[in-house]
C-alpha cells in the first residue's frame, strides 16, 4: 500500500529527498526513523486535508514534509544532513485513525495511530 524511495548515502551536509506514494486517498501521512540500537521515533506528519505539518525537535529547520494530493504521494525534504539522521526510514499512513492534532510542542502521531506502513528506505550520513 505504500511504497517508499529515495533513499541512500551522503556525506554530512548533504541534502536527500525521500517519497513515499500511497495506493488510496489517505488522511495523515509521516515519516518514522529507526537506528541500530535506538528506539524507533518519529520524524515528521502532515495532515492532508489542512496541510499542517508536525516535526520532531531534532529535525525541524532541516527536513521538510509535503505532498502531492494527485498522486497520493508524500515526500520529505532532509537538508544539513548528520550521522545521527542514519536509519531506516519508514513511510506510514493513516484513513480513519489519524488522531486530533496536538497543540504541544514537538508532538507526533505515534507508531500505533497510522494503519499501514511501508518497508522503508535506508538513508546512511558519514
Known amino acids: 500500500q505504500l511504497v517508499e524511495s529515495g533513499g541512500g548515502s551522503v556525506q554530512a551536509g548533504g541534502s536527500l529527498r525521500l517519497s513515499c506514494a500511497a495506493s488510496?486517498?489517505?488522511?495523515?501521512m509521516g515519516w518514522f526513523r529507526q537506528a541500530p540500537g535506538k528506539e524507533r521515533e518519529g520524524v515528521a506528519t502532515i495532515y492532508v486535508v489542512s496541510g499542517r505539518t508536525y516535526y520532531a525537535d531534532s529535525v525541524k529547520g532541516r527536513f521538510t514534509i509535503s505532498q502531492d494530493n494527485t498522486k497520493n504521494a508524500v515526500f520529505l525534504e532532509m537538508n544539513s544532513l548528520k550521522p545521527e539522521d542514519t536509519g531506516m526510514y519508514i513511510c506510514?499512513?493513516?484513513?480513519?485513525?489519524?488522531?486530533?492534532?496536538?497543540?504541544?510542542?514537538?508532538?507526533?502521531?505515534?507508531?500505533?495511530?497510522?494503519?499501514?506502513w511501508g518497508q522503508g528506505t535506508q538513508v546512511t550520513v558519514s
Open positions: 488510496r486517498v489517505t488522511s495523515c
Open positions: 506510514a499512513m493513516g484513513v480513519w485513525t489519524c488522531p486530533t492534532a496536538s497543540t504541544v510542542e514537538g508532538w507526533l502521531p505515534a507508531w500505533g495511530d497510522y494503519e499501514h
